[in-house]
Nanobody, 116 residues
Framework: QVQLVESGGGLVQAGGSLRLSCAAS????????IGWYRQAPGKQRELVAT???????NYADSVKGRFTISRDNAKNTVYLQMNSLKPEDTAVYYC??????????WGQGTQVTVSS
């Protein structure tokens, strides 16, 4: 298992930017995919962006061209740079790490609020 600690959420105006960080500890060498999901009030949790062990990246269509996922392997940290934020991006953002045995670890979540 791994432990995931997110940071970087907050309140921003539409059109602004935020960067989320997720620091992983524990069995990080067994992470197959790591990335971000979000859950807005009354909605299901949805994928935002993930990056695989080999570096393949996947984005939700709704964030393509605005969000960028990256990682620093030396720091065991993954980042989500969010630009051109929209009110519909308002959600709790969760870091997710899927292990090689498909077990999933979740962070505690960080709130992102985009005002219009």
């Amino acid at each position: 298992q791994v432990q995931l600690v997110e940071s970087g959420g907050g309140l921003v105006q539409a059109g602004g930017s935020l960067r989320l960080s997720c620091a992983a500890s524990g069995s990080t060498l067994r992470i197959n995919y790591i990335g971000w999901y979000r859950q807005a009030p009354g909605k299901q949790r949805e994928l935002v962006a993930t990056i695989s062990r080999g570096g393949s990246i996947n984005y939700a269509d709704s964030v393509k061209g605005r969000f960028t996922i990256s990682r620093d392997n030396a720091k065991n940290t993954v980042y989500l740079q969010m630009n051109s934020l929209k009110p519909e991006d308002t959600a709790v953002y969760y870091c997710n790490a899927r292990m090689v045995n498909d077990y999933e670890n979740w962070g505690q979540g960080t709130q992102v609020t985009v005002s219009s």
